[in-house]
């Protein structure tokens, strides 16, 4: 039986590693075992690859070479980590996908949507998600949440408050554009109650 693929996205402490190690211990109380993932750093070579993309205080890296990274990471994810998981029937839970790199480096960046759709193609060769979570709220507020939370700010993290906005306003874009398959959970919610919502939602998955 070939597993699931449920996608995690928003903008910067939206709370989707939060959701997501709930969602594996919840996955693992009904005896379904699950992956947890993440891109960028899903794989050996993307943990490298995310130290060069988030590391901060480093030479300027340029838009088109950082979508060229964030592609090379999900080629080897995709490969190494979500076909073989996927093959044997596991239910995959993953930290941004595809959709990131939509809203980060295409509206965020600015870059050639064509061209995004394009790399994103080569480097999922043809792997589609069952189900994308997105975790909507303000960008200020995820920020906000971050620095609350003592980590240090990443590269991206430390981009102007415009960017994020508009990050935040690409999700938007596609949760309308695929309302069929983008789920939009309201991010500013308890813990606990967005956790329900993600069971009910899954639990039809799982019938299914
Ligand atoms: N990126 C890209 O540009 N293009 C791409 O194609 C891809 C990625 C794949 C990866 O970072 C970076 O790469 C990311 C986009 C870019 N930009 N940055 N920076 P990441 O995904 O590894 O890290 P992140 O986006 O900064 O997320 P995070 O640190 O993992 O945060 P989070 O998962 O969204 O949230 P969290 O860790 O679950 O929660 C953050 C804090 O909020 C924490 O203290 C929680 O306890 C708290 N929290 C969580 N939920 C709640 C609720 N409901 N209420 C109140 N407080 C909460």
């Known amino acids: 039986m070939q597993g699931k693929l449920i996608i995690f996205e928003g903008v910067e402490g939206c709370g989707k590693t939060t959701q997501i190690q709930l969602t594996s211990q919840w996955l693992q109380s009904l005896g379904i075992e699950a992956v947890v993932t993440r891109e960028p750093g899903g794989t050996e070579l993307g943990v490298d690859l995310r130290r060069l993309l988030l590391e901060t205080g480093k030479n300027h890296i340029a838009s088109r070479t950082e979508l060229l990274l964030y592609a090379a990471d999900r080629a080897q994810h995709v490969e190494q980590e979500l076909k073989p998981n996927l093959a044997s029937g596991k239910f995959v839970l993953c930290d941004r996908f595809i959709y990131s790199t939509i809203a980060y480096q295409g509206y965020g960046r600015s870059l050639d949507m064509d061209l995004i759709n394009q790399l994103n193609q080569i480097a ?31 590269r991206i993290e430390e981009e102007k ?14 949760a309308k554009t695929y309302p069929e398959f983008i789920i939009r959970i309201d991010a500013s919610l308890s813990k606990e109650s967005i956790q329900q919502q993600i069971q009910d939602k899954l639990s039809k998955v799982i019938i299914n």
């Open 161 to 174: 408050i415009d960017f994020h906005k508009r990050v935040q306003q690409g999700y938007g874009e596609l």
């Open 124 to 154: 999922t060769a043809g792997l589609v998600s069952d189900l994308v979570f997105w975790f909507d709220v303000d960008a200020e507020i995820g920020l906000q949440r971050k620095r609350s939370s003592g980590e240090i700010a990443d």
